[in-house]
């Protein structure tokens, strides 16, 4: 394997992992992905396989033996200069008001959104490079209060504190939590069944900015990726 940087990405087998995965692999980063679907996963894994060094490891990441899985595999490729926590679930569809939400699911919501990712940090702690990027992907819901996305948007503010804290006790790494904005994804379509999504944009409009975090030297924080541009070689940004 040559010097190329190495990331994991949770959740790359579509929608907007996939996109993410896609940019670094033109640009010859060595990835490491995960997702639920088996088959997507080989899809996503047999396309940037075509461009870089790819190793697929499909699994849930609430499941800790997954967990241990993906750090095994970071360890076997050197260690990682990014790790993505995209990977969520949106829970309960259609969405329900809060007096009606499910607790059992609601629990679930905040296994896989918050209390996962930062169990897969713990276990890839060691494998992490000096000056690696952490990236947690959030939502406007967890700063808005949207009717129906109180599930989703607490456990993504909860994900967006725990991160917030890892930034300052951790100073040697870049931790950054980031919001795509709203995407045409099978997410979205799933928070609103039977609506046209088509004039929403894809997820590649979010890559660029997130990139440029993953590059710059913007310092640990809350972006908005689409509010992330570089300008005559100087990143700015929209913090939130």
């Given at each position: ?106 629990r ?8 996962a ?26 700063v ?56 929403l ?5 979010s ?13 640990s ?19 939130r």
């Open positions: 394997m040559n010097d190329a940087p190495t990331a994991l990405i949770t959740g790359a087998s579509r929608g907007l992992g996939l996109a993410l995965a896609r940019s670094l692999a033109t640009d010859g980063w060595h990835l490491l992905i995960d997702g639920r679907d088996p088959t997507a996963l080989h899809a996503a894994t047999a396309e940037l396989g075509e461009l870089t060094t790819v190793r697929a490891v499909p699994g849930d990441v609430a499941d800790e033996t997954h967990r241990r899985q993906l750090g095994r595999a970071a360890g076997e490729l050197g260690g990682l200069d990014l790790v993505v926590h995209n990977a969520s679930t949106l829970g309960v569809s259609p969405l329900p008001p809060l007096t009606e939400y499910p607790l059992d699911e609601l679930r919501v905040f296994e896989v959104d918050t209390l990712p930062l169990a897969l940090t713990q276990v890839l702690a060691p494998q992490l490079r000096p000056g690696a990027r952490i990236v947690a992907i959030t939502s406007d819901a967890a808005e209060a949207y009717p129906g996305w109180g599930g989703y948007g607490a456990a993504k503010a909860a994900l967006d504190q725990v991160f917030a804290v890892l930034a300052v006790e951790r100073p040697d790494l870049r931790v950054y939590r980031v919001d795509p904005g709203e995407m045409r994804t099978r997410m979205y379509q799933e928070a609103a069944p039977g609506e046209d999504i088509s004039d944009p894809p997820p590649e409009v890559v660029p900015g997130i990139r440029t975090l993953i590059a710059g030297g913007l310092p924080g809350r972006y908005v990726a689409r509010s992330v541009e570089t300008a005559n070689g100087a990143e700015t940004a929209v913090a």
